[in-house]
């Protein structure tokens, strides 16, 4: 196939390096920050997410103000054991089973319309749209305030040098009000919804306060609706040129999930994950001092030719395709992993079923502009009905 966009403006020094200082590398939650070393080796990588004693996922100072610092995703044992369980009893298989006939209504309502024209811009008018009704649905926010979060999303996902560091303060405390106000609704009237299961979630009689809940709210939304919208959109991409693999999975939905996944090697939706270590510590030849922040890059992991082959090439018959890192690895491994492939499996099925999609230009597509993940900023396609 041909050369796919590259993720990042170093990736080339990235693949052929060992661990690097990066001064130029600005962390999403400020623009203070010096610079990171990147680990971009695939056995370096998963050496780092594996050993969280070592490199602690607590890289954000935590602050009273900030609902983030009490993420999952940036907490370390043993407090992430005790909030990942009451997360995981919430966010269910079975709450995920239940959605999968809605899911499959809102693809087909989403694409039938474009059928006709011939025509749809993919990003916009399909992989933002899906994702975005489904955790919010999900979740249980209101249909009136959907779009209002959203935005929030946008801007907490954003680069701190373009949007600048006080947006995403801003939109991060006002995210925090609105859950903060909407955990009291449910908690009075309880509904079928993920919030009201997190409010009454036990382990060993444990529940998640209420900062936990909103920490939580925040990080599925983000998680469950920037990194779904990047994923159904970079497969696409890929799918897109390549007509022969469309029509394999047309008429084998069983191989969509495998190709789903070697999309996402190819063309990683998560950038990376930070870390900040807790100790002096070697990692190849690279002498990391305690306190220093480390950036792993996945999507360079992704493409590591000592265990990928040909890694550029897409190839849904690897081998080792589970050994792809487009999900994480280790403790933080996406929580919301299981609904995204579900989401993307059924997308897939519906727009196959229907149609066969190319590039309706020449023009490369744009990245958008994000600290956290990968995506394009749009993807005109053409659909020919089948």
């Excluded at 009893?89 to 024209?117: D, M």
């Excluded at 995403?168 to 405390?173: A, L």
């Excluded at 006002?174 to 009237?189: G, N, P, V």
Aim: with cysteine.
């Amino acid at each position: 196939m041909k050369t796919l966009l590259s993720q990042h403006p170093l990736h080339p020094r990235m693949q052929a390096t060992h661990p690097f200082f990066d001064t130029s590398f600005t962390p999403y939650y400020s623009d203070h920050i010096p610079g990171a070393w990147q680990v971009t080796r695939y056995e370096d990588v998963v050496a780092v997410l594996s050993d969280y004693a070592t490199f602690s996922s607590e890289y954000i100072p935590k602050t009273d103000d900030n609902v983030f610092t009490r993420n999952l995703n940036v907490t370390d044992p043993p407090k992430h054991k005790h909030l990942r369980a009451l997360a995981t009893k919430a966010f269910s298989p079975a709450i995920i089973a239940q959605s999968e006939g809605w899911i499959r209504q809102q693809c087909e309502e989403l694409l039938l319309p474009h059928l006709s024209t011939g025509s749809i811009e993919f990003v916009g008018d399909f992989a933002l749209q899906l994702p975005h009704r489904v955790i919010s649905r999900l979740l249980g926010v209101p249909d009136a305030e959907v779009e209002k979060v959203r935005q929030w999303i946008i801007a907490v996902a954003g680069d701190p040098r373009v949007i600048g560091v006080e947006i995403f303060g801003r939109s991060m405390q006002e995210m925090s009000i609105f859950f903060s106000e909407l955990i009291q609704k449910r908690t009075a009237h309880p509904e079928d919804d993920l919030i009201s299961q997190l409010i009454v979630s036990e382990v060993e009689g444990n529940r998640l306060e209420t900062m936990d809940v909103i920490a939580m709210c925040v990080a599925i939304f983000l998680g469950g609706y920037e990194t779904t919208k990047s994923s159904l959109a970079n497969a696409m991409y890929i799918f897109s040129q390549l007509p022969d693999v469309q029509a394999h999975l047309a008429a084998h939905n069983e191989d969509i999930p495998k190709a789903v996944t070697e999309a996402l090697r190819v063309l990683s939706p998560v950038k990376g994950f930070p870390r900040i270590a807790a100790k002096d510590v070697m990692v190849s030849s690279a002498a990391i001092k305690k306190g220093d922040l480390v950036n792993v890059s996945v999507s360079t992991a992704n493409k590591d030719e000592s265990v990928f082959a040909h890694p550029d090439a897409f190839d849904m018959d690897r081998a080792n395709l589970n050994q792809a890192l487009s999900f994480g690895h280790g403790i933080h491994y996406c929580l919301g992993a299981p609904l995204a492939r579900v989401e993307t499996r059924i997308a897939f099925e519906t727009i196959f079923s229907h149609a066969r999609v190319r590039l309706a230009t020449a023009v490369a597509p744009e990245p958008e502009i994000s600290a956290l993940v990968y995506s394009l900023k749009s993807l005109p396609l053409a659909l020919d009905k089948i």
